[in-house]
């Protein structure tokens, strides 16, 4: 009896333990200025959406958060340097697609893109779309790809092997059966340049830096690379319509990573104060719209969902495309 009586006052004893380390982690967060690592240089995408962060959080957690830029190895320097730091949430990772098709690309990745870390909320969505020159003679999915099998070595601008344009492009190379030639840039600022100068055929590229063409005329939208029609072209279809393809899609989305063993309420308070910011219809309007950025905002258990489920996704694309890791 008493041995059992022990045992339940050590187990109680343990829960109350493990509740007070909670609200004391709650209540001493954040003890210092927060850190917004992002894997890609200044004006991108990811680095919109960090200094957005930096900007709008300090006011309700009462510290400075600060953006740094970690370039190289296609996101590994940063993404490394994350999952090594300690897990109290001073430090938070704004990753992308690109967290989990390295997996994919790199055979011996010094991180685990899943074990090694804690979804706090996926923020943003960009919409990816198939896009030519206009001076190309054509207008729908149907002319594009007749006028690629007549022309086998059409070529396609990527940001990088293992880039979210470039599993985009080996998705549709493997449904349709086209012959394409990879032609891969040292980021994506080179796409718009390659493709208003026709050194490329065509790219799958992220909406925000060809929008200003398409306006002025000197790029064509031919369709949507994700699962639904962006408002920002809602006259053009998507891939797996337009083709039709069922089944292509290629989502690329933002979200926010801290180290795996951050402690709940953190995780919980970075979510509700991030998705507070990503959905204020003023923020929407007057920052992510204008850029191209589609605001989300999930759970912490959403997000890892969808990561897993990318993870098997870009792993079949690969494979299909006949790509191994190097």
């Given at each position: 009896?008493?041995?059992?009586r022990t045992c339940a006052l050590v187990a109680l004893a343990a829960v109350l333990?493990?509740?007070?380390?909670?609200?004391?982690?709650?209540?001493?967060?954040?003890?210092?200025?927060?850190?917004?690592?992002?894997?890609?240089?200044?004006?991108?995408?990811?680095?919109?959406?960090?200094?957005?962060?930096?900007?709008?959080?300090?006011?309700?957690?009462?510290?400075?958060?600060?953006?740094?830029?970690?370039?190289?190895?296609?996101?590994?320097?940063?993404?490394?340097?994350?999952?090594?730091?300690?897990?109290?949430?001073?430090?938070?990772?704004?990753?992308?697609?690109?967290?989990?098709?390295n997996a994919i690309f790199f055979a011996n990745l010094p991180y685990d893109p899943?074990?090694?870390?804690?979804?706090?909320?996926?923020?943003?969505?960009?919409?990816?779309?198939?896009?030519?020159?206009?001076?190309?003679?054509?207008?729908?999915?149907?002319?594009?790809?007749?006028?690629?099998?007549?022309?086998?070595?059409?070529?396609?601008?990527?940001?990088?092997?293992?880039?979210?344009?470039?599993?985009?492009?080996?998705?549709?190379?493997?449904?349709?059966?086209?012959?394409?030639?990879?032609?891969?840039?040292?980021?994506?600022?080179?796409?718009?340049?390659?493709?208003?100068?026709?050194?490329?055929?065509?790219?799958?590229?992220?909406?925000?830096?060809?929008?200003?063409?398409?306006?002025?005329?000197?790029?064509?939208?031919?369709?949507?690379?994700?699962?639904?029609?962006?408002?920002?072209?809602?006259?053009?279809?998507?891939?797996?319509?337009?083709?039709?393809?069922?089944?292509?899609?290629?989502?690329?989305?933002?979200?926010?990573?801290?180290?795996?063993?951050?402690?709940?309420p953190i995780v919980d308070r970075l979510n509700a104060e991030i998705n507070r910011?990503?959905?204020?219809?003023?923020?929407?309007?007057?920052?992510?719209?204008?850029?191209?950025?589609?605001?989300?905002?999930?759970?912490?258990?959403?997000?890892?969902?969808?990561?897993?489920?990318?993870?098997?996704?870009?792993?079949?694309?690969?494979?299909?495309?006949?790509?191994?890791?190097?």
């Amino acid at each position: 009896m008493l041995n059992r009586r022990t045992c339940a006052l050590v187990a109680l004893a343990a829960v109350l333990g493990a509740q007070a380390g909670a609200g004391l982690a709650q209540e001493t967060w954040p003890s210092r200025p927060i850190r917004f690592i992002v894997p890609f240089p200044p004006g991108g995408s990811n680095d919109v959406l960090a200094r957005l962060f930096a900007e709008r959080l300090p006011a309700s957690l009462g510290q400075p958060v600060v953006v740094e830029n970690k370039l190289g190895a296609g996101g590994n320097i940063a993404t490394e340097f994350v999952a090594k730091q300690p897990a109290d949430g001073h430090t938070l990772l704004l990753s992308s697609n690109t967290h989990l098709v390295n997996a994919i690309f790199f055979a011996n990745l010094p991180y685990d893109p899943i074990g090694d870390f804690q979804p706090v909320s996926l923020v943003a969505t960009i919409p990816f779309v198939l896009t030519v020159n206009s001076n190309l003679p054509v207008a729908t999915l149907k002319e594009f790809l007749a006028y690629v099998r007549a022309k086998p070595g059409a070529t396609f601008a990527t940001a990088g092997i293992g880039t979210p344009h470039h599993l985009a492009a080996e998705l549709l190379r493997t449904m349709t059966g086209i012959e394409i030639v990879h032609v891969p840039y040292k980021g994506a600022a080179f796409l718009v340049p390659a493709l208003l100068s026709g050194e490329v055929t065509f790219s799958i590229a992220a909406i925000n830096s060809l929008l200003p063409h398409y306006k002025s005329g000197r790029l064509r939208a031919i369709a949507v690379a994700g699962e639904r029609r962006t408002p920002l072209l809602p006259e053009v279809p998507t891939i797996a319509e337009a083709g039709p393809l069922p089944g292509y899609a290629i989502d690329v989305w933002l979200g926010v990573l801290v180290r795996s063993g951050t402690p709940r309420p953190i995780v919980d308070r970075l979510n509700a104060e991030i998705n507070r910011i990503i959905r204020d219809p003023q923020i929407v309007k007057e920052r992510l719209d204008p850029v191209g950025l589609s605001p989300a905002g999930t759970t912490p258990e959403r997000y890892m969902e969808i990561m897993k489920e990318d993870l098997v996704k870009y792993a079949k694309i690969a494979r299909k495309a006949g790509i191994k890791p190097e």
